[in-house]
């Protein structure tokens, strides 16, 4: 059985004008698979990433989802959250009840809240079907390999070898320069370009 820790950020009055979060954390106490579910005033500051570490400890949590702001504000800020605690980051789900709930319900309290309810609800049934991810690393070989002799190819050749790497040209025709050795004179100095 999964042990989800589910976390209700009050964002000041972002979230709590507008959702009751007591509410909230009252109706996700009796779910399957949620070991524990608090509010609190800042989620993303010191003392509540705090609260998230010292959950994971204390109820031996292995899926948390944290109901809050956009991802794209705060996503990463939890994620480091998790580092150290066990918890594997992509074991994470991040639920915006404030961008997609607060503030477009922000008139009708109850129909916030109960949407709130909703949307963590999907996060809890996301991240309980979530796989563990790992990070992976690959070796680089320097070496660039450029294809086609024409001036293109040549300069690229020629600009990738300054910059200290090893270069490949490969050209089909038997001589480089492509269609410029072809020309009898090359503009704007009517060089000849054999």
């Known amino acids: 059985m999964k042990r989800v820790g589910v976390f209700v950020?009050?964002?000041g009055t972002n979230i709590a004008g507008a959702i009751d979060t007591g509410k909230v954390v009252e109706a996700v106490k009796s779910w399957p698979d949620v070991a524990y579910v608090t509010d609190y005033k800042y989620m993303c500051s010191e003392p509540g990433q705090e609260v998230i570490k010292k959950s994971i400890g204390e109820h031996q949590l292995d899926r948390v989802v944290v109901a809050s702001c956009s991802p794209r504000m705060h996503e990463n800020t939890f994620r480091k959250a998790l580092s150290g605690t066990g918890v594997n980051p992509y074991l994470f789900e991040m639920t915006n009840?404030?961008?997609q709930d607060s503030w477009v319900h922000a008139a009708d309290k109850e129909a916030a809240t109960q949407k709130a309810i909703d949307l963590i609800r999907m996060s809890?049934?996301?991240v309980i079907k979530n796989k563990p991810l790992e990070p992976s690393s690959i070796p680089i070989n320097k070496k660039a390999l450029v294809i086609g002799g024409g001036i293109a190819g040549m300069q690229s050749a020629l600009d990738i070898a300054e910059a200290g790497f090893q270069?490949?040209?490969?050209?089909?025709e038997p001589t480089i320069g492509g269609k410029m050795a072809q020309l009898d004179k090359t503009f704007p100095t009517l060089d000849c370009s054999a």
């Open 9 to 11: 950020c009050q964002c």
């Open 97 to 99: 009840i404030r961008e």
């Open 124 to 126: 809890v049934q996301k």
């Open 167 to 172: 270069v490949t040209l490969v050209e089909r």
